[in-house]
């Protein structure tokens, strides 16, 4: 008997002991856990801080992928309305999510740092296509702090053309 | 030692630009005695006895240079050199300019001696003056029998063109000289095949300079061994020196071959400014290496000075008193070869640029210490690297002023970061 | 050989290797990579970069292994310490001002200064100052980009443009470091060999403005194949990505190209994959070609033709084309003809040429290299078969080789040569008096107004004096065909021992092949006259047949007789008889009378349009099988690079519609090749087709009015000359959107003279008349014309210059300009 209710008062105990301890469970969706700074979530591709896309559409992202899950097909920037700095922009730009091994080779092999993997792990979708990302839906939303490297990437001025004598 | 001027003898005095004053001074005898006395090898051979070195930089045996020539029935060309571009020399403008008819000898002479089919002359563009005496010089001596058909009854011919250059330094280097006379960009030619192979137009060619060619006729006149006796025996003859740069009495010397670097400063030009004391001076223009204070005993002949790791080169002497700043100037020199390069080689395209806006910054104020590192790096890169010697003549000044007044650009380049063990 | 051998120690391995060797061919003879960039194996040693400076024993200085020919007994280090720091010195200096734009840059992943960085260059920069910028992205020329501050100034471009082209057009500016690539007189980069310098480019600096941001090298599917622009037939290297044609460039070889490409086998390519390209069959239904299905196509054919030959004879039908397919395809062509129609009008020619190779005096492309005399006859080497010109320059400018042009069109070129020139018609009597001086005659039969005798003796003694003599043709006119033959027996036959080398550039690619396989009235495969009772046999067992049909009509003959409404079914192949044929109105006349005709082609060209059923065929990507040159020269593509899509190949058309037809037909490659053995012809990668018979050139009794001018002018009338120009023709030309930038305009071409005569400028507009036919053009002033002629390119879409049936007097008349409302 006088064990029965020791053990009762030790299990009440630790209830009792567990109530006052900080919760491990989250409210997921509302509450997220906290991920690693070097945790490799959805692609997203930077702009610079003046609006241009850092995306130069050098393709060196699909050639380090492993997976073959991106897809750039470069196009030569309109002067009047550059997208990009420089004489190239990615005009089609695609990450197929579900081919993607989220390993961040391309991350490093992004010369101009603009692809880069975020924390955002919630992928999921109702088709095959709506997983192959679209270069709209990667594109980040705000401006990013880096500045365009002028040396590197003077403006694009358009084609010259021969001045003849 | 008392010396009389050869080649200058008379400038200043005479007006040598008459056709008449220069043969009262017995000008156009040696082209008639070997005309009519010698044959063309004898007239070589007399020049290769003299031991002539040609005056135009190298220093090359001139009668040895003309032996090379092949013996395959195609015209050859005989073109002088009058590109006078090196800066601090100045010797051949007044050749050019005060004593035409003695170059018109001395070239005949030598187209006599090489057979060759033309002569031209190549002269600067900006020796107007000098073009205009030259044409005058010509169309006297054409009046005179001694260019054209059948020169003075001896059946030999002889046509002289004359050429402006359009104002590029690389074109003073034979080859560049060639394909600018041939309507082409002045670029050096590869090497071999050498001009006296394949030259003007694809013919065999002899480029000699001006004073190399004003030597002849004297040659001719007075014999080798008068020659051979004037100055050390290695390179003798007499030598136009131009002296520039910060002496009391700046200009043209002519002076027996192997005069000493002291005399020639000092007793000469009339020593330093007063208060100044000597600091260096550039004996061959400004693309050869400085003879600082040790070098003074040095004699100014071409093995002399090469022995003391320079070069006579066109013996164009500048001299530096201890007010100038090295640095400086090694960005004035650098800065017109990085503007003569003619673009070919890599290393000399984009060395001699390099070279400038390395020294341009640090006198700016904004020297690092990496840039005397790669300064001396070019030693290697540049040297020797390239079609033509304009590299070597761009390191020329720049190497030797850090070597002897490393101090001087150390400081330009900030103090080396020290560096905790 | 006789060559002297020497020997040399590189790195301490020996190598023999003929006198006069460069250093760096030898060093790569035992497999030692002597980094380059300015040399070239096809251009002059220029020196320049000094990238492959190596050291040699008993020289003071490191010496350029590019420049530097071998001695004997020469001992060469290129692993010291000495030659990795210059190597590292010159890579340093190429990159202080080259842009770190290789993300962007074309060249990226097949650029030589990447490499070579990477193989021996410092890992960083020591540059402090900020980069210095020159002229990005310059329109060089219709397909050249120019980026000089990638530009490395190793002069390759210049070089090949002065060397090979052997054009003066491009040229070094400025001096030093602001050394500038550029054009003479700042006139744009315009010849038809541009796009060579884009290989030649070690950096990315001259760029292909076609393929420009397509593609990275490393995303191209790379398929070897032969270029179908012409009868030189290039090895050239299709370059795909996501299916789509990007890039052609060169293979070398040196039996056809030499490693040089035209602008128009290398930059016409977007026309595989236009939008206009026809994917489906279509049928004639009340008035309109409709889209049908493939089946519903070839019912309709087999139907009418089967109905056609029931009710008028095999003869009723005729089959045109096939010189732009392959040579599988063209003898199954003449198969489905021969056997499956029951005809033996069969023609591959449409344009007016009458041969492409004859079996005498044969040539190879090669011989042009090697000739020290050349004769133009009536040809244009230049606008027919590009790749041609280049040996012909070279060997003028470079062996001092001797040129000699006859005909009503003449040729350019940088250095003297011979010109005969003389009205339509008339080369014929000057090749007659040719031959006849050549035999020997004392008096010379009648020559052309303007040709003196004393020139035809000038060319006999020129003739004389070649030992290797290349003769051009154009195939056109049989009479002078004939003559031409006659001067070259006549010359062969003179004292002294000489080679002669007749080649003929074919108006299509495969004028030769077709030729070879019997897509000839009267011939079958191999030139086997039709009337051989043994090849009968044989064939009739091959092909299970009880009677062979006869000798034929020709297109001439085919055209007439349905115009005239003999012949009532028409197959077309790949031939828009509309814009070649010399006669466009008996074509047209021909394809309105005729019941029924069937065009197979590409696209819905002129003469599709007035087809019943048009069957979508599919370009030269989608094929596999052989190809015959001009001299006869059997390449082979191995693979199909693409699915032919909604088209058909042209071999698996005849095959359907064979099939169509009730025929058990086996038409896979194997099957034909074994057909080809029972024939006795050997077809096979490398073999050389013999050429046709001189017999194709008509009877040898000609008649006397053979050799006067066609067509004689009357007061204020010039003589209308049809010339080949590159950049005209419809067909696929016309609807490839690279091309549009240099497609020939509608441009007439005067001599200066005639132009001021009549009282005209350069640029206005003008109409040629004669008769009820008018074409207009815009003037234009060119020295080579003959005076008194003008000269139309032949197969503007815009003004097809065979309105007027050939060569013919027109009036020329200045429009006025139409005010727009």
């Known amino acids: 008997m006088a064990n029965m209710l020791t053990a009762i008062a030790k299990g009440l105990g630790t209830t009792l002991r567990v109530m006052f301890k900080p919760k491990v469970t989250l409210e997921y969706p509302e509450v997220k856990k906290p991920r690693s700074q070097r945790f490799r979530g959805r692609h997203e591709l930077r702009i610079y801080e003046n609006g241009l896309e850092m995306c130069v559409g050098c393709e060196l992202c699909q050639v380090a992928c492993p997976a073959h899950a991106i897809t750039v097909i470069a196009a030569e920037n309109d002067p009047n309305n550059p997208r990009s700095p420089g004489e190239r922009y990615g005009y089609k730009y695609q990450v197929d999510l579900l081919r993607c091994i989220f390993c961040g080779y391309c991350e490093e092999a992004c010369p101009t740092e603009c692809l880069h993997l975020t924390q955002e792990f919630e992928l999921a979708a109702f088709s095959r296509e709506a997983l192959v990302y679209q270069k709209e839906q990667l594109l980040a939303r705000a401006p990013s702090h880096f500045k365009v490297p002028e040396n590197v990437y003077p403006p694009y001025t358009g084609r010259k053309v021969l001045v003849a004598e | 030692m008392s010396f009389e001027p050869v080649l200058t003898k008379g400038i200043g005095v005479l007006d040598l630009n008459d056709i008449r004053v220069y043969e009262a001074q017995g000008g156009y005898q040696a082209l008639r005695k070997a005309l009519k006395q010698m044959t063309p090898d004898e007239v070589r051979e007399e020049v290769t006895r003299s031991n002539l070195r040609g005056r135009g930089g190298a220093g090359f045996p001139t009668g040895r240079k003309w032996s090379f020539l092949p013996n395959d029935g195609r015209p050859r060309y005989l073109v002088c050199n009058a590109d006078e571009s090196e800066p601090g020399t100045c010797n051949n403008r007044i050749l050019i300019q005060w004593h035409p008819h003695q170059l018109i000898e001395g070239i005949l002479l030598a187209a006599y001696a090489i057979g060759a089919a033309k002569s031209f002359i190549y002269i600067r563009g900006e020796f107007y003056r000098g073009y205009k005496s030259l044409m005058a010089a010509i169309e006297q001596a054409r009046a005179r029998g001694y260019i054209g058909e059948n020169i003075l009854g001896s059946g030999w011919s002889q046509e002289i063109v004359v050429h402006r250059g359009a104002g590029a330094y690389i074109c003073g280097e034979e080859s560049a000289l060639l394909n600018s006379l041939e309507g082409k960009r002045g670029e050096p030619r590869l090497k071999p095949p050498f001009p006296a192979v394949v030259g003007l137009y694809g013919m065999p060619t002899i480029v000699n300079n001006v004073e190399t060619l004003s030597c002849v006729p004297h040659i001719i006149n007075r014999g080798a061994e008068w020659f051979a006796s004037i100055g050390p025996a290695s390179s003798p003859g007499p030598k136009i020196y131009s002296v520039s740069g910060l002496v009391r009495r700046p200009g043209n010397y002519e002076l027996p071959m192997g005069v000493t670097l002291r005399e020639l400063i000092f007793e000469h030009a009339g020593g330093m400014l007063p208060g100044r004391t000597f600091k260096a001076a550039s004996p061959g223009g400004s693309s050869t290496p400085i003879l600082v204070e040790q070098h003074l005993d040095t004699?100014?002949?071409?093995?002399?000075?090469?022995?003391?790791?320079?070069?006579?080169?066109?013996?164009?002497?500048?001299?530096?008193?201890?007010?100038?700043?090295?640095?400086?100037v090694a960005e004035y020199f650098s800065r017109f070869y990085a503007g003569e390069s003619c673009g070919q080689c890599t290393p000399c395209r984009e060395g001699t640029n390099w070279m400038y806006r390395i020294l341009r910054r640090m006198q700016a104020g904004g020297g690092q210490p990496v840039d005397l590192e790669v300064l001396r790096s070019m030693g290697t890169t540049m040297s020797g690297t390239t079609i033509c010697p304009l590299a070597d003549a761009s390191l020329g000044f720049v190497l030797s002023a850090m070597k002897y007044f490393p101090e001087e650009f150390e400081a330009l380049a900030g103090a080396p970061k020290e560096v905790r063990v | 050989m006789s060559q002297e051998l020497v020997t040399v120690t590189i790195d301490g391995r020996t190598v023999q290797v003929p006198k006069g060797t460069l250093l760096v061919e030898a060093a790569k003879q035992v497999g030692i990579h002597i980094p380059v960039f300015c040399y070239h194996p096809k251009l002059d040693p220029a020196g320049l970069c000094r990238m492959c400076l190596v050291q040699v024993e008993k020289m003071p200085k490191p010496v350029t292994a590019c420049t530097t020919p071998v001695t004997d007994g020469m001992v060469v280090h290129t692993q010291t310490q000495l030659v990795s720091d210059l190597r590292k010195g010159v890579l340093e200096f190429l990159l202080l001002n080259h842009p770190l734009d290789c993300p962007v840059c074309d060249k990226g992943g097949e650029c030589d200064l990447q490499d070579l960085t990477f193989a021996y260059g410092a890992g960083t920069s020591r540059l402090v100052d900020p980069k210095e910028h020159k002229p990005k992205a310059v329109d060089l020329g219709p397909f050249i980009v120019l980026d000089e501050e990638r530009c490395i100034l190793c002069r390759r471009c210049v070089r090949y443009d002065h060397e090979v082209a052997c054009e003066t057009q491009l040229v070094v500016e400025e001096r030093g470091h602001h050394n500038l690539i550029a054009t003479a007189k700042g006139q744009p980069y315009e010849h038809h060999?541009?796009?060579?310098?884009?290989?030649?480019?070690?950096?990315?600096?001259?760029?292909?403005?076609?393929?420009?941001?397509?593609?990275?090298?490393?995303?191209?599917?790379?398929?070897?194949?032969?270029?179908?622009?012409?009868?030189?037939?290039?090895?050239?290297?299709?370059?795909?990505?996501?299916?789509?044609?990007?890039?052609?460039?060169?293979?070398?070889?040196?039996a056809t190209d030499g490693g040089w490409l035209c602008d128009r086998g290398r930059f016409q390519y977007q026309y595989v994959q236009s939008e206009e390209r026809l994917t489906q069959p279509l049928v004639r239904r009340n008035g309109e070609l409709v889209p049908v299905s493939w089946s519903e196509a070839l019912d309709e054919v087999a139907r009418r033709f089967r109905a056609i030959r029931e009710q008028h004879g095999g003869e009723a039908l005729g089959v045109i084309g096939g010189g732009r397919l392959t040579l599988e395809e063209a003898y199954l062509l003449q198969k489905l003809a021969r056997a499956a129609l029951g005809t033996g009008n069969v023609d591959h020619r449409v344009s007016g040429q009458v041969v492409a190779g004859l079996s005498q005096f044969p040539g190879r492309i090669a011989d042009l290299s090697e000739a020290d005399t050349y004769l133009l006859v009536d040809c244009l080497p230049l606008e027919t078969a590009p790749v041609l010109d280049i040996r012909i320059r070279r060997g003028l400018e470079r062996r001092r080789a001797r040129l000699v042009a006859i005909g009503s069109v003449l040729p350019r070129y940088r250095v003297r040569h011979g010109r005969i020139g003389v009205r339509p018609g008339e080369t014929a009597a000057v090749l007659r008096a040719l031959a006849a001086a050549l035999a020997g005659a004392k008096e010379l039969p009648a020559l052309p107004a303007g040709v003196d005798p004393e020139t035809i003796r000038e060319l006999v003694a020129l003739l004389d004096k070649g030992q290797k003599i290349a003769v051009l043709w154009d195939g056109r006119d049989p009479a002078t065909g004939r003559t031409l033959l006659e001067a070259l027996r006549a010359l062969q036959g003179r004292p002294g021992s000489r080679s002669i080398h007749l080649l003929i550039p074919g108006e299509q690619p495969m004028s030769r092949g077709a030729a070879y396989m019997g897509l000839l009235p009267g011939y079958l495969p191999g030139y086997k006259p039709v009337t051989l009772a043994q090849v009968q046999e044989t064939l009739r067992r091959l092909w299970g047949l009880r009677q062979l049909p006869g000798k034929g009509l020709d297109t001439a003959g085919m055209l007439a007789a349905a115009a005239e409404g003999r012949l009532k079914g028409l197959y077309l192949v790949g031939a828009n008889l509309a814009l070649t044929w010399p006669d466009g109105d008996l074509v047209r006349k021909a394809l309105a009378q005729a019941e029924f005709v069937v065009v197979q082609d590409l696209f819905l060209t002129e003469t599709a349009r007035m087809a019943d059923v048009v069957l979508p065929a599919a370009p030269f990507t989608a094929k596999a099988g052989h190809y015959a040159n001009l001299d006869g020269l059997v390449q082979a593509v191995a693979q199909p690079a693409q699915s032919p899509g909604g088209a058909q190949t042209d071999l698996a058309i005849f095959g359907a519609l064979a099939r169509t037809l009730g025929l058990e037909w086996k038409t896979g490659v194997g099957e034909?090749?074994?057909?080809?053995?029972?024939?006795?012809?050997?077809?096979?990668?490398?073999?050389?087709?013999?050429?046709?018979?001189?017999?194709?050139?008509?009877?040898?009794?000609?008649?006397?009015?053979?050799?006067?001018?066609?067509?004689?002018?009357?007061?204020?009338?010039?003589?209308?000359?049809?010339?080949?120009?590159?950049?005209?023709?419809?067909?696929?030309?016309?609807?490839?959107?690279?091309?549009?930038?240099?497609?020939?305009?509608?441009?007439?071409?005067?001599?200066?003279?005639?132009?001021?005569?009549?009282?005209?400028?350069?640029?206005?507009?003008?109409?040629?008349?004669?008769?009820?036919?008018?074409?207009?053009?815009?003037?234009?002033?060119?020295?080579?014309?003959?005076?008194?002629?003008?000269?139309?390119?032949?197969?503007?879409?815009?003004?097809?210059v065979n309105r007027f049936g050939g060569a013919a007097a027109v009036r020329v008349t200045r429009r006025v300009a139409e005010v727009k409302a």
């Open chain 3, 193 to 254: 060999f541009t796009g060579n310098v884009i290989d030649l480019c070690p950096v990315g600096a001259l760029t292909s403005e076609l393929y420009r941001f397509k593609a990275r090298p490393w995303d191209l599917v790379k398929v070897p194949a032969i270029c179908t622009g012409c009868s030189v037939g290039c090895s050239v290297e299709l370059h795909f990505r996501h299916g789509r044609l990007l890039r052609v460039i060169p293979r070398d070889n040196p």
């Open chain 3, 672 to 800: 034909i090749a074994r057909e080809w053995q029972a024939l006795g012809l050997k077809v096979a990668e490398g073999a050389l087709l013999p050429g046709a018979p001189a017999d194709l050139l008509g009877p040898a009794a000609e008649p006397a009015a053979a050799g006067t001018a066609t067509v004689r002018a009357q007061d204020g009338e010039l003589i209308l000359v049809p010339v080949d120009r590159l950049y005209a023709g419809g067909g696929t030309l016309a609807f490839d959107p690279g091309m549009a930038r240099v497609a020939n305009r509608p441009e007439a071409y005067f001599h200066p003279e005639d132009l001021r005569r009549l009282g005209l400028a350069e640029g206005d507009p003008v109409t040629l008349s004669a008769g009820e036919a008018a074409v207009d053009l815009v003037a234009r002033a060119a020295a080579e014309v003959i005076p008194g002629t003008v000269q139309v390119p032949r197969g503007l879409p815009q003004a097809p």
């Open chain 2, 299 to 328: 004699p100014l002949d071409f093995d002399s000075v090469r022995a003391a790791g320079s070069m006579l080169g066109t013996a164009g002497v500048i001299v530096y008193d201890n007010t100038v700043s090295m640095p400086k």
